[in-house]
């Protein structure tokens, strides 16, 4: 394998883009995707931003710098974030013209026009769903990547950050990284909303070969022995608290379990004075919290077996987040397993957090703890 290597590989100069607008609008509502035409209709009535637009334009900050030709829908699908990147005069509009509010055929006719105009490399915002659209219309005939901006991203085609797509697209474009393939992987809105965490591989994509591609996420049960200890272990702190705030993941809910509430490792949960809410969404727990005495304890644990720790389909937590002090209110667990080989946590979210740690302790069983660097996307 040969990567990170100049004055090899031919540069390349023709790049599209496609932006899903609606894409993590239903993150806030405590929604496990956008598939709803009612989730997009209450997320724009409540004032949520369209926060796909932002990420692409961040991501193509990158690019600004080299010679690239970018093909894009017009208006919100492409044209927004291009402009507001600072590639205006790179930009050629495609003849198709999206519908208002795009929808997924919109993605797929779009699709099939950047792979006629014989790009290098075509960029996607979105989340899986995005990604399925476009291995239905594209398979192994272009080389792809997500930049993450779904409530859904647990597909291996997606950078890390939308600044990480950058970075692998200018080394891309620029000729310095070969390609490899990534998995695209379903789960079904249903499916992820009751608890199941079973993606389904549908196919594959050609990528760029980077570390900075986020590896498919491992959902394997967690060790119930472990799990003991760390309940056990912080079950003193939990007696104390009278509101809790219980991010999702299985370790959450075997935490919840212990202190005799179901959750659903899908959801994020809160205990106040005693009182179970279930499936708490961002304006419900920014209410919980302004009418609160106390500061919450915050339960987390990193999503889906990845380093992402806030900002893949748990915004509803930010409200707490923001009351919260992270050395005396941040409680970060994971089976040993889990956080293997993990160097740092990853905070990937739209709106500034004050007083985040440069490292964490993540409790990983009795009395046993890992010190992790954590790093904000943005």
Do not use: C
Request: aromatic share 6%.
């Amino acid at each position: 394998m040969r990567l990170w290597v100049s004055n090899i590989y031919e540069k390349r100069r023709k790049i599209g883009l496609i932006v899903n607008p609606i894409a993590g609008l239903g993150g806030p509502l405590g929604r496990k995707g956008t598939d709803d035409p009612k989730t997009v209709a209450e997320a724009l009535r409540r004032g949520l931003k369209k926060t796909s637009l932002e990420r692409a334009s961040r991501a193509l900050k990158f690019l600004r710098d080299i010679d690239v030709i970018v093909y894009a829908p017009r208006g919100e699908m492409g044209e927004i974030s291009v402009i507001s990147a600072g590639l205006g005069p790179k930009f050629i509009p495609l003849e198709y013209t999206p519908s208002s509010p795009s929808t997924r055929e919109d993605t797929l006719r779009a699709a099939e026009e950047i792979v006629r105009k014989g790009v290098d490399l075509l960029l996607f915002s979105g989340g899986d769903g995005t990604a399925a659209d476009v291995l239905r219309a594209v398979n192994h005939r272009l080389v792809v990547l997500g930049i993450p901006s779904g409530v859904k991203v647990f597909s291996s085609v997606f950078a890390k950050t939308p600044e990480d797509a950058g970075r692998i697209a200018r080394d891309y474009l620029e000729g310095r990284l070969d390609e490899t393939v990534g998995e695209v992987v379903d789960i079904p809105e249903e499916d992820y909303r009751s608890g199941s965490f079973s993606p389904r591989v549908i196919g594959t994509l050609r990528i760029p070969r980077s570390h900075l591609v986020q590896g498919s996420k491992s959902l394997e049960a967690p060790d119930e022995i472990v799990l003991e200890g760390i309940y056990r272990y912080i079950s003193n702190r939990l007696e104390a608290r009278d509101l809790i705030v219980l991010g999702p993941g299985r370790t959450v809910s075997f935490i919840a379990a212990k202190m005799g509430y179901e959750k659903n490792p899908s959801t994020v949960d809160v205990i106040v004075g005693g009182e179970y809410l279930e499936d708490v969404d961002y304006f419900e727990m920014e209410s919980v919290v302004e009418r609160s005495l106390d500061r919450p304890l915050v339960i987390l644990t990193p999503i889906g077996g990845t380093s992402f720790l806030l900002g893949r389909g748990n915004h509803q937590l930010i409200p707490a987040i923001r009351r919260a002090d992270w050395r005396e209110d941040v409680l970060i667990v994971s089976t040993p397993s889990k956080i293997r080989g993990t160097e740092e946590l990853l905070i990937d979210v739209d709106e500034p957090l004050q007083n985040v740690p440069e490292y964490v302790r993540v409790i990983i069983g009795y009395r046993e703890e890992k010190i992790v660097r954590v790093r904000l996307t943005q």
